[in-house]
């Protein structure tokens, strides 16, 4: 299968900083990418998903102010968590799709946040 | 209603048995269904997709779609303890993958 290679796999940060995470597509081009968030027993929750050159599109409670978003070219996308707080610690998973909206889309290894 | 919703669990089987895991979605126009297995602090991995009406068989998986019912289900035969982890329904509506809240599965030596 393709691979999607996120980045860092954990990270520690002070409350009131951001942090950027990494989603690239190794071998293939990502016309949309995906990003979820899941809490300790809970589901993936999407976020928001991007299509590359365009501007994300956040579900419905994700502050997009806070949680930004950029696809600016094929193989990368990132988000980056503005201002910290310690309840988005969180894990932070992206996805990425080639091509048809019904295909199959292939998942990074996640992001281990923790905010204190 | 929730897009798409599975039994929680936690699902307990012997080793060796057959373990079904069960979803249903609510968008009728869903055209692609996923099963994902997620072991504890990983990513999800793909264990299989379907898109017809029927079986679709991979090993020792089987998935099954029923749209009329707007049902999926995957059943694994002779369970293994490593088959152990939480598996993820996954429907694609409106172009986003969205999940399902999880199956804890436990298979006993």
């Known amino acids: 299968g393709a691979v999607v290679s996120q980045h860092p796999s954990w990270v520690i940060c002070k409350s009131g900083t951001s942090v950027k995470i990494e989603c690239r597509s190794l071998?293939?081009?990502?016309?949309?990418m995906f990003w979820y968030r899941q809490f300790p027993k809970q589901s993936l929750m999407l976020m928001a998903t991007?299509?590359?050159?365009?501007?994300?599109?956040?579900e419905q409670g994700v502050e997009k102010d806070k949680f930004l978003i950029n696809h600016a070219s094929l193989t990368l996308s990132t988000l980056t968590v503005t201002s910290a707080h310690p309840e988005d610690s969180s894990f932070y998973i992206c996805?990425?799709?080639?091509?048809?909206?019904?295909?199959?889309?292939?998942f990074g290894q996640g992001t281990r946040l923790t905010v204190v | 209603q929730k897009e798409v919703e599975q039994n929680s669990g936690p699902l307990s089987v012997p080793e060796g048995a057959i373990a079904s895991l069960n979803c249903t979605y609510s968008d009728r126009g869903s055209q692609s269904f996923f099963w994902y297995r997620q072991y504890s602090g990983k990513s999800p991995e793909l264990i299989m997709f379907?898109?017809?009406?029927g079986d679709k068989e991979d090993g020792r998986f089987t998935a099954q779609l029923n749209k009329a019912s707007q049902y999926v289900s995957l059943l694994i035969r002779d369970s293994q303890p490593s088959d152990s982890a939480t598996y993820l329904c996954a429907v694609i509506v409106g172009g986003k993958l969205i999940f399902g809240q999880g199956t804890e599965l436990s298979v006993k030596p």
């Open positions: 991007s299509n590359e050159g365009s501007k994300a599109t956040y």
């Open positions: 996805s990425a799709r080639e091509g048809h909206p019904n295909t199959e889309a292939f």
């Open positions: 071998d293939f081009q990502a016309t949309t």
């Open positions: 379907i898109y017809s009406n």
